[in-house]
């Protein structure tokens, strides 16, 4: 049977609320924690919960909560499951719920209200975490669906100190003919077809600044499920960007660029497609939520978004502004859920608009400069590191869209050459800033850098965007 978007959210929320949970609304993606950039699990805002600074009487908790993940803002559009932006589905419990009955709620939810057929499910366990693995066993999973998983994919912390613990992931094989299609194609593989679309985390410990993971005061449970995934799972789909809500927006993108999109192809203008698509819902819901375009911190992260959409945009050849419709589209798709979304579209609209007016003047001068660097090289010649960095330190050009254009025309460009003119720079400013200015821009400077690889983050620290030194 296919469910739309929002009867699985609802089907969710009923069925763990049936079973004691309390129902939480989303916290804001501004997470009510300052050692976190932005809202990026359902567990963030029950952080003193688990850290037993705060009880509750139910045996737990579900919600459905905004995430931004940064790290993933790479990928977005090259493959058919991760968003910029998404929603969390969780059920929650600090103390209340054993590993056990967590386990047979979400089979149960699975089998039972979604009707997931049992042999395309696939369940992951954390190396040292046998008991798990007897539970799933034990629930009458064979073994051939379950695999154990070393750190980066079954441990979770949500960021780099509070609460973590081993996990359990469940997985929908989506069928042999989609993604990599290598023989030894199995859950935790870099491709669409193991799509990952529940994870159990059990949450035991509280890593401290200086690494030590004592345990929790009680033995907790933190579960997410994605639930564009999981809208691509019942409506049939490879991608979650052909599933209910996003197909709006891929359809407006159509309309607006007169591209037509190709939903397994991956590169080219369908990927700008989806970036944008997606781009426009992290945009929306970020400002609507209170963040402004900025030159660090989450202001950083919306206005990479939002003008990275732009530059797609142009990338498809779309001439004026057009990020504002996909704003109103994202309303439309979204609004009944996210009534705040009405209420600050205006707010919204104007701060979009002015943002896209003043990176479109960006881009137009630093176009200039580049189209004619590139013009100036032989084929196949290297872009120059000096040039990279005056687009970036001149023009407020963003060293991503220096590589994109580049590559689109043939060229590659020196990021080692750019970094040591960034580092340069740095070091310049580093002479003129006292007290701990850099202190606080520093920490979000690791967190991103963290999340992002280096040739597009090395511009972060000390960099300039539209001339305004930071
Ligand atoms: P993946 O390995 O696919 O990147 P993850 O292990 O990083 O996912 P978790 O941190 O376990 O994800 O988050 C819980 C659930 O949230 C995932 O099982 C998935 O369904 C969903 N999810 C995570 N990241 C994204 C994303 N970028 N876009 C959409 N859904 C996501
Ligand atoms: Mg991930
Ligand atoms: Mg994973
Ligand atoms: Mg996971």
């Known amino acids: ?46 952080k003193q919960y688990y850290q037993g600074k705060k009880t509750m ?5 579900t919600s459905c909560q905004k995430c931004v993940r940064t790290n993933d803002i790479d990928i977005i559009g090259s493959d058919g499951r991760h968003a910029s932006f998404f929603e969390m589905l969780g059920n929650f419990s600090f103390g209340g719920v054993s590993k056990r009955q967590a386990c047979a709620w979400a089979l149960e939810l699975s089998t039972e209200v979604f009707h997931l057929p049992i042999e395309r499910l696939y369940f992951t366990v954390f190396t040292e975490d046998d008991e798990t693995y007897e539970i799933w066993r034990s629930l009458g999973i064979e073994e051939s669906h379950i695999s154990r998983l070393g750190e980066d994919d079954n441990f979770w912390a949500a960021g780099p100190t509070g609460p973590c613990g081993p996990c359990s992931e469940i997985y929908y094989d989506m069928g042999e003919d989609v ?30 600044e200086d690494g030590s993971m004592p345990e929790l005061p009680h033995r907790n449970l933190d579960t997410g499920m994605g639930l564009e995934r999981m809208s691509a799972i019942m409506q049939g789909k490879t991608s979650f960007f052909d599933s209910d809500v996003m197909q709006g927006l891929i359809k407006l993108g159509e309309d607006v660029t007169g591209v037509a999109y190709v939903s397994d192809d991956y590169t080219g203008p369908s990927r700008s497609l989806r970036i944008i698509a997606d781009h426009a819902r ?56 996210y ?9 919204v609209r104007g701060i979009v ?107 972060y620290d000390g960099c300039v965007l539209d001339g305004a030194r930071v």
């Open 339 to 347: 009534p705040e979304l009405l209420k600050n579209a205006q707010l």
């Open 179 to 208: 993604g990599c299609g290598r023989p030894d194609c199995a859950p935790g593989c870099d491709c669409d077809r193991f799509l990952e679309y529940w994870n159990l985390v059990f949450t035991q410990f509280d890593r401290q």
């Open 1 to 46: 049977p296919t469910m739309t978007t929002a009867e699985i959210r609802s089907a969710f929320l009923t069925f763990f609320e049936e079973r004691g949970c309390k129902l939480f609304p989303s916290s804001s993606l501004i997470p009510d924690d300052p050692s976190l950039l932005l809202a990026n699990a359902g567990m963030n805002q029950f």
């Open 57 to 61: 009487k139910e045996i737990g908790a």
């Open 353 to 459: 608009a002015a943002e896209e007016e003043r990176f479109s003047k960006t881009l137009d001068t630093g176009r200039i400069y580049l189209d004619e660097a590139l013009d100036a090289l032989e084929e196949g010649a290297v872009l120059d590191g000096a040039a990279a960095f005056k687009l970036h330190d001149t023009f407020g050009f963003p060293i991503d869209l220096t590589v994109e254009i580049a590559e689109g025309a043939g060229h590659a460009v020196d990021i080692d050459g750019f970094n040591r003119e960034m580092e340069l720079q740095r070091e310049r400013a580093r002479a003129n800033v006292k007290g701990d200015a850099w202190g606080s821009f520093n920490d979000i400077w690791v967190e991103l850098s963290d999340a992002l690889p280096a040739t597009e983050f090395t511009g």
């Open 282 to 337: 992290s945009v929306d819901f970020m400002i609507s939520d209170g963040i402004l375009p900025g030159n660090e911190g989450r202001g950083y992260v919306l206005r990479r978004l939002l003008r990275r959409a732009v530059f797609h945009g142009r990338l498809l050849g779309v001439e004026g502004p057009f990020l504002t419709r996909f704003i109103d589209e994202v309303n439309v798709l979204m609004g009944d859920a």
